[in-house]
């Protein structure tokens, strides 16, 4: 076959605005519905606009069932001429917003708005997971029903064998996160944490600790998605979409995850937004597990394949060290609202990029990279994405 | 190697009993191709007729071509354990009164990677077998074994879950004036049970085998009549509580058709002995054994009936008989149903002709009682749910998967 070639065309003045976090709560009687209402209507009011001049939504969600987007829009009064449900758990964020631009970027809508919302009610957690995907149910959970615990402790058990990684290099990692958190209001875990504390906590799914697990909730995470014309005609802070990336099912045959697809596209992502790793000020990453976070720093080009362990030794993560990451705690910290946990990462880097920080603010930060990794269909997580936002200059 | 378990003690009556808690039980259709395998105790995934690639999770098609010619054959179970976890919590009601729990992710040498149980003498990383059992709820699972077998290994935990081992268990053996009866109660009682009570109908009338069957140790004969509701009943009242395995040895075989003289005297008695008698059994015993599935190290484990393969085409010459064996075996499997809620096994051993005085004229091969015992412990040892035994079974059983209209005529010639 004869190749054309179709180069991927730079994002127009899109703009990112409005980070929008409800905050979380453990467990909940309310539907995400109600959960997903409430972000709307924190949006448009912090927009200074009204529902109806939301002409473009993009909604993920676990418990929305049996409703769809489409039920969504009777529910909520909405008429959108522009629909979309992105179903990539953690990388929901990412391909919302990167779907959401190119819409925009085109005029089949002008104000989209992308919200994130799971409710949590008790044992809502385990009848998630007991429909979550064919192959988990036909080849995970017979075997022991640990859940993402269980997926994610095989890959850190052979992550760690692979790269002599030990259980203080992913402390690091969580410690520095609840270091963050503490600066964050809405964070659902309050205590401080200490690295004594993180190797004495109770096995999970060994080598998975306690302090290496989300704390399932329920809340909203939600932002707005236009053309820099109509943010700045609307007085946003708004930040330009510079680049993004997504991949699906990367590297089929490895034998166990090893790497997710930001290695496949990693080039493109820093060339689109003609950045280099060294220009970004603030990274966010998904954080379900910390051996996911160390696998991102590498596949994202801050450090090698198999330095991950090295990088977080040698890097302060907090707010105000040398590699400001997972400002507002990640999940693990900040807590893990279903689908919301998609997109806390990037409603948390659009606040620190536009001056609007609930935790504290990283000084002079201006570039964000946000990466998203969603859906364990079996043995690992499937949906990667990442995108870069850059502020007004200062 | 494995830490043997222990006899466990006398139960405290007053003690709740662990519920019969199963694993999930959900699968796809596909999944369950592996299942009808791993009931024959063979590892067999899907393999793609048009690029030979090893397929799992089972699926509708390939992921190296997206051929949806997708067939489950053995293969062979070379792998090597890449990683593990010990799983210490979980939301499944079955897996958390069983906790810890071993799990690993191995790399098939064919090459897919599969996530299974690892039983506790596999080093990581490192060569592991894998084969495929039926777990608690008739599901086939895989399990990681050591590539060399190692000291009590059957005593796994993990393993012992998968299989109906009769070690610290009490059996049941349904009528010891057979030859069949004895071998299998003979086999059992050295395999480790507990105690084997062996039904004797009339027990005044002698047997052959009676002086042997009575010098066995741990073997005890009790008044079992399977044509008698009361007497089961009664039984049942005396050692159901306490009964784990079951193994119906009972088969009254008599040559004849619909056409003869006598036919329907000796088709009832067939279907009193054959069919009603399993059902007695299975009134008396089921409810009490459904109960005790989830009871520790000496749950009540399986119910192993051993039938004619003839349950699945006639022999015209055993006509009534064939045909007692098949609403038999069209029994087991509704048993089967009836006793998957209690985590208790039925397992059917399907035996070519017995070498015994109603089938004297049968043409050899036929089978020794004694091959009948070591298939129905082989059956409870890896926890098999269909087992053909001999030659002539085997291949009857190979016949019928082919063209059961086939095999008709055949065994009418």
């Known amino acids: 076959m004869t190749q054309r070639g179709n180069p991927r065309r730079p994002y127009r003045d899109v703009a990112v605005a409005v980070p929008v976090s409800i905050p979380y709560v453990r467990y909940s009687q309310d539907t995400a519905h109600w959960w997903i209402a409430r972000a709307l209507k924190t949006l448009t009011e912090r927009a200074g606009i009204t529902p109806a001049d939301l002409d473009g939504l993009s909604v993920s969600s676990f418990s929305l069932g049996p409703d769809t987007a489409v039920g969504l829009t009777q529910h909520l009064g909405l008429t959108p001429r522009w629909l979309d449900a992105i179903p990539m758990g953690g990388a929901s964020a990412v391909v919302a917003l990167r779907r959401a631009a190119r819409a925009v970027e085109a005029g089949d809508a002008s104000i989209v708005a992308c919200v994130g919302a799971d409710a949590n009610q008790v044992d809502s957690f385990r009848k998630l997971l007991s429909s979550f995907s064919r192959f988990s149910q036909d080849a995970s959970y017979p075997y022991g029903y640990g859940g993402p615990n269980g997926s994610f402790a095989l890959l850190t058990d052979h992550y760690m064998r692979s790269y002599g990684v030990t259980r203080q290099d992913f402390g690091r990692i969580c410690v520095a996160q609840r270091d963050n958190a503490l600066t964050y209001p809405q964070a659902i875990m309050r205590k401080p944490l200490t690295l004594e504390a993180y190797m004495a906590a109770r096995p999970i799914a060994d080598p998975i600790h306690l302090f290496d697990c989300v704390m399932p909730c329920a809340g909203a995470e939600a932002f707005l998605v236009t053309t820099a014309d109509i943010a700045e005609d609307l007085g946003l802070e708004q930040a330009r979409l510079l680049s993004t990336i997504e991949r699906h099912n990367a590297f089929p045959d490895d034998a166990i995850q090893m790497r997710g697809g930001w290695a496949m596209d990693v080039d493109e992502l820093y060339a689109m937004a003609g950045l280099r790793p060294d220009d970004i000020d603030v990274v966010e990453t998904y954080d379900d597990y910390p051996v996911i976070v160390m696998m991102q720093f590498e596949d994202l080009g801050f450090c090698k394949k198999g330095e991950g362990a090295e990088f977080v030794r040698s890097h302060d993560l907090t707010n105000c060290g040398s590699f400001p990451h997972n400002t507002s705690g990640g999940q693990l910290s900040a807590g893990q609202a279903g689908a919301a946990g998609g997109y806390l990462g990037l409603v948390e880097g659009l606040r620190q990029v536009t001056g609007q920080s609930l935790s504290k603010p990283v000084e002079g930060a201006r570039t964000a990279l946000v990466s998203g990794f969603g859906m364990i269909n079996y043995d690992r997580g499937l949906c990667s994405g990442a995108a870069i936002l850059q502020g007004a200059a200062t | ?413």
């Open chain 2, 1 to 413: 190697m494995s830490v043997p378990i222990e006899r466990p003690p006398r139960k405290d009556p007053q003690a709740a009993t662990r519920p019969a808690e199963l694993p999930p039980l959900n699968r796809s259709r596909s999944a369950l191709g592996m299942t009808a395998w791993a009931a024959r105790g063979i590892f067999a995934l899907q393999v793609c007729d048009a690029c030979g690639r090893v397929a799992y999770p089972p699926r509708d098609a390939c992921s190296g071509c997206l051929s949806t010619s997708l067939r489950f054959q053995p293969v062979e179970g070379g792998a090597t354990v890449i990683a593990e976890t010990t799983i210490r919590t979980s939301t499944d009601l079955y897996f958390r009164e069983r906790m810890p729990w071993r799990v690993g992710m191995v790399r098939l040498d064919s090459g897919a990677s599969i996530v299974t149980h690892l039983h506790g003498d596999v080093a990581v990383p490192g060569p592991v077998r894998m084969v495929a059992k039926l777990d608690k709820g008739g599901n086939a699972v895989v399990i990681a074994l050591p590539a060399e077998d190692s000291d009590n290994m059957a005593d796994d935990l993990q393993f012992r879950e998968l299989t109906a081992s009769p070690k610290f268990r009490r059996v049941l053996v349904t009528d010891g004036r057979s030859a069949v009866g004895q071998a299998v109660a003979a086999r059992l009682a050295g395999a480790g049970a507990v105690s084997v009570f062996v039904g004797i109908a009339e027990p005044w009338k002698p047997f052959a085998g009676q002086s042997e069957l009575a010098a066995m140790a741990n073997v005890e004969t009790m008044e079992l009549d399977l044509t008698d509701t009361a007497s089961v009943t009664e039984l049942a009242g005396e050692i159901g509580g306490k009964t784990d395995i079951i193994v119906n040895t009972a088969d009254h075989v008599r040559p004849g058709g619909l056409v003869g003289q006598d036919a329907l005297a000796t088709a009832h008695q067939a279907f009193e002995v054959n069919v009603f008698g399993l059902q007695r059994l299975a009134m008396a015993f089921g409810p009490g054994m459904r109960a005790r599935g989830g009871d520790g190290t000496n749950s009540a484990a399986a119910f192993v009936d051993i039938l004619p393969i003839h349950a699945f085409a006639n022999l015209p010459e055993f006509g009534f008989h064939s045909a007692s064996c098949a609403a038999r075996h069209s029994l087991l499997q509704c048993l089967r149903a009836e006793l998957r809620p209690g985590g208790v096994r039925v397992m059917s051993v399907f035996t070519g002709p017995v070498d015994d005085d109603w089938r004297q004229h049968v043409p050899p091969p036929k089978v020794a009682p004694s091959q009948i015992a070591s298939a129905v412990l082989t059956a409870l040892n890896e926890g098999i749910e269909e087992s053909f035994v001999g030659d002539v079974a085997q291949d009857v059983m190979a016949r019928f998967l082919a063209d059961p209209k086939v095999l008709e005529r055949e065994l009418s010639q």
